[in-house]
């Protein structure tokens, strides 16, 4: 019998039994399904995540439209079930597929994994058990797809080496392509699939993580990664795109309620801000922007082509695109009156960002955000976020007094040399924000506090810091539920046994995947879900592998120490992160960079996409920069 039809069939019997079947049928506007049969190459975009967060993801949005717009391709889509579903799956001997044209993951010819954080591991372990596929790169021979994995989180693959056949390290919008045109030359030629890996060695950004072999010293540090086949490079350099390519227009409208319903549109790619815990700011340099002309033309066509009624214009600093004001201006002409909401996230704490919002005129809709993330002058200059307390007051004076009754402020707390007092002035400050704002609207005016815990992470200035603990970590937060309480003030936290193993997770070597796989086979997913994130089944896990969490996470590292990670390159070079890492003790504050080079190394990394094509503008003061420390 057709395998198909088997599986419709069972599907309209299970489906009426689980919650929100939506999540499992397919069929959204604007996702395409193609002839299966007329198709070379079969290509499964896999979020490990539920249908709600996952559909809205912009980077597998990208990719589904870029690999759909080739005929000789097509990209279907999965995410993880949710438990109810899930349960549904083995109890039938139904293996994990594809929601497009309902085929089993297994048939794909690549799996394609989209990791933006660590606490998708055991989602991805599930995942692929769902799909019958066996867990270990070791144990998958030709005759299964090929697996891949790309996203913030695969900058430091080494803990799921074990699990991928290769990472795609930095922007997939190209190099995915280069992986296609590798497999389809393997596929003719009926080889073993080690050819395969061998051949994809050969594509820059691909890391072969079964050529490579971590060493450990006698007391068990990480001392060096050798490679094991001669043709694998000894350092794999991210994939970036000299200009910044396609935005999707044909969003995928989902058939049930999700996160982010919305028309997102990336105006911007990178950061010269420079914080120094910001692992984002750090892997995702140079600066590269789309036009206005652009911007508007997409979020014309996306809205025609979808019905949305909210436009999100993403990056990670939006006061810094060069035209801010001349697209908000535009924006607002050229969409008055239909209706929309516009956001703007990551703006400056300034007056400037107060006009842009106000110009967005539906943007009230919400609450106005800001990031101080520390609250003395002497954290600030620690984690390199000059934000005076005045400026800070004066910004959220000109939130309130414009018709806004929400401001929220986002904090962290566990950053390197972190005193009790420099917590407490969090509280302080946020009462003087909400001072100010019952100034200038009255009682009306709150003051929401999102504080985070800081993790120190791979390719940022702060990567030879420790975690810090988790008692002192819960002490702090006492405090602040002790000062954040009464009219007007809300106090937001993370739970400290998330953020010790996001922080193992990130920090961790190749070790760390039988911790990984022996808490999935004791029931761990869906960590990134507070419900769902069961701490003993991870401690039980680190006892099992006979390793001690604390190794990762409560140890300070020597300035001579190798990484896990320190094979792959992101562009910006380890000694600019150390000389960052030293300024940070001395208190010394960096400026914006597009103001003053200071030597990262991203220029020289990719010079060679400059002359390639001459047309390509970075944000960046030279192109041979001199040394600046």
Not at 35 to 41: L, R, V
Not at 253 to 259: A, F, K, L, Q, R
Not at 417 to 432: P, R
Not at 536 to 563: C, K, S, V
Request: net charge neutral.
């Amino acid at each position: 019998m057709n395998l198909n039809i088997t599986l419709s069939e069972q599907l309209e019997r299970i489906l009426p039994l689980v919650e929100k079947p939506g999540r499992y049928v397919g069929g959204e506007y604007n996702s395409i399904v193609k002839n299966w049969d007329q198709i070379e190459t079969k290509i499964a975009l896999v979020f490990p995540d539920i249908y709600d967060i996952g559909l809205s993801n912009l980077g597998l949005q990208i990719l589904y439209e870029l690999i759909n717009d080739k005929q000789n391709l097509l990209a279907e889509r999965a995410y993880s079930p949710w438990q109810d579903m899930e349960g549904m799956l083995r109890k039938h001997d139904i293996p994990l597929y594809s929601l497009e044209s309902k085929n089993p993951l297994l048939n794909f010819d690549i799996i394609g994994l989209t990791l933006p954080y660590e606490s998708l591991y055991t989602n991805t372990l599930n995942l692929l058990d769902l799909s019958k596929i066996p867990i270990h790169s070791a144990e998958r021979d030709e005759n299964f797809p090929l697996i891949i994995a790309g996203g913030h989180a695969t900058y430091n693959p080494e803990p799921m080496a074990p699990f991928i056949d290769a990472f795609l390290i930095g922007e997939g919008e190209e190099i995915l392509f280069d992986v296609i045109e590798v497999y389809q030359k393997w596929k003719k030629s009926n080889q073993a699939k080690a050819t395969l890996l061998e051949n994809l060695t050969q594509v820059d950004g691909v890391y072969i993580p079964s050529f490579y072999k971590p060493v450990y010293d006698s007391d068990g540090l990480f001392k060096e990664i050798k490679t094991t086949n001669k043709i694998a490079p000894k350092k794999i350099t991210k994939r970036i795109m000299g200009r910044l390519p396609y935005a999707p227009t044909k969003f995928i409208v989902p058939s049930i309620s999700v996160v982010h319903n919305r028309v997102a549109v990336e105006i911007m790619r990178g950061c010269t801000r420079g914080c120094r815990f910001c692992h984002a700011g750090m892997v995702n340099r140079p600066i590269r922007e789309r036009s206005v002309e652009d911007i508007t033309q997409t979020i014309e066509e996306a809205l025609k082509n979808t019905g949305f009624e909210e436009v999100a214009l993403l990056s990670l600093s939006s006061s810094d695109y060069t035209n801010i004001l001349e697209l908000v201006e535009k924006i607002s002409t050229n969409f008055e009156g239909k209706n929309l909401t516009i956001s703007l996230p990551s703006l400056r704490i300034d007056s400037f960002s107060v006009d842009l919002m106000e110009k967005l005129k539906d943007s009230r809709k919400g609450g106005f955000t800001l990031a101080p993330e520390a609250a003395t002058d002497r954290m600030r200059s620690i984690i390199n976020k000059p934000i005076s307390e005045e400026l800070l007051l004066s910004t959220a004076h000109e939130i309130f007094s414009r018709g806004w009754h929400t401001l929220k402020l986002y904090f962290m707390i566990g950053h390197p040399s972190e005193t009790l007092e420099d917590v407490a002035s969090i509280a302080t400050l946020c009462k003087k924000v909400l001072a100010v704002g019952r100034k200038a609207i009255g009682n009306r005016a709150k003051v929401h506090a999102g504080v985070s815990t800081f993790v120190p992470k791979p390719h940022t200035p702060f990567q030879w810091v420790a975690c810090d603990q988790e008692e002192s970590i819960y002490e702090k937060q006492r405090l602040l539920r002790e000062e954040l309480r009464g009219p007007g003030l809300k106090f937001n936290w993370t739970d400290p046994k998330e953020t010790m193993k996001e922080a193992w997770l990130s920090r961790g070597d190749r070790r760390l995947a039988n911790v990984i796989e022996t808490a999935w086979r004791n029931g761990a997913k869906f960590d990134a879900w507070q419900d769902f994130h069961n701490h003993e089944i991870w401690m039980n896990a680190f006892i099992e592998a006979n390793i001690d969490p604390g190794f990762y996470i409560h140890r300070e590292r020597d300035l001579q120490e190798t990484f896990p990670w320190d094979h792959i390159s992101p562009g910006v070079k380890k000694t600019y992160l150390k000389t960052e890492y030293l300024n940070s003790l001395s208190l010394r504050l960096r400026g914006d960079c597009r103001e003053q080079c200071y030597a990262c190394g991203i220029t020289q990394a990719f010079n060679h996409l400059r002359r390639e094509d001459p047309g390509i503008i970075w944000k960046c003061p030279n192109l041979n920069p001199r040394r600046s420390n």
